[in-house]
Structures are given as C-alpha cells and as structure tokens.
C-alpha cells in the first residue's frame, strides 16, 4: 500500500463509504477496467470485519456510488487515505484523464480536503508508481511511464 498511509485505518462505515468513492472515481469513463475493479475489491475486502455486517463487494457495484459523505472522515489522515487510493483507481487503467482527476477533485471536496491538499496527494502517487517501476530492467519503458504521468 501507498507507504504514506500504512498506519491510517478507516471503521466499518467508512470503509464502506470510501468504497462507493472509488466506484463514482470508476464508473467516471464509464468503463470500469479489471485493474480498477481489482484495487477497489482489494481496498473493499481488506476492510471486511467480521464484527459488522459487511455488505458483498458485487452489492455496492449494483447499488451505485450514491451516498453523502462529508462527514464520514473527521481527520485528514483518512481522507487523504481516501483521496489517495481514488487517484490510485484512476491510474490503474494508465491514464488520468481529466474527467478523473475533476471527479477525485469532487471527491476530496465533497469530504473537506483543500484543494491544495489534492494536489501534493497527486504528486506523491506519481513518484510512488514511478517508485513500484523503477526496479525493472527496461529503462526505457520507466521513462515512457514517467512522462505520461506528466
């Protein structure tokens, strides 16, 4: 996970609202690739606690991304969890297009994160994708990566 973040926990019912962010951030291209898919029912599962009724990963998808969440994430650490891992959605097809970014902005609005804040997020999550690539042997490709990260 996004080293930033490893010792942010979110309860049950934030697990679950930041579940249906990451939809809303998948559904935006109105394709939800398997890589998107994939890291979101991985965030979703590895929240599941078995104290709560955890509703299915396929039920949310069904359900839609609806909900009000301004609320739900008092302290900053959770929301840039949050907005972190909707950037990390967006990228996982390869591309940030800017109907994503504009709708991971909606997001960190809707949850009270400055403006700013997504900013310096979004530079971290670059250099940590870039960070995950740059042990492989081809260069090249690493370099092609990094300037469509832009």
């Not at 709708?103 to 994708?129: F, H, Q, W």
Request: charged fraction near 25%.
């Amino acid at each position: 996970m996004f080293p930033l973040l490893e010792n942010v926990s979110l309860d049950a019912d934030q697990s679950i609202a930041a579940t249906r962010l990451l939809l809303r951030i998948a559904h935006v291209d109105g394709a939800r690739t398997t890589e998107e898919v994939a890291l979101i029912r991985w965030f979703h599962d590895s929240g599941c606690d078995a104290s709560v009724d955890w509703p299915a990963f396929d039920s949310l998808q069904e359900a839609g991304p609806g909900g009000e969440f301004s609320c739900t994430f008092g302290a900053a650490a959770e929301r840039d969890l949050v907005v972190a891992t909707c950037l990390m959605v967006a990228y996982a097809d390869g591309v940030l297009t800017p109907e994503e970014l504009a709708a991971v902005r909606d997001v960190a609005e809707e949850i009270g994160m400055p403006s700013t804040r997504v900013d310096e997020l979004l530079a971290l999550v670059k250099d940590y994708i870039l960070s995950q690539l740059a042990n492989l042997p081809d260069a090249g490709s690493v370099a092609v990566v990094a300037r469509e990260l832009g």
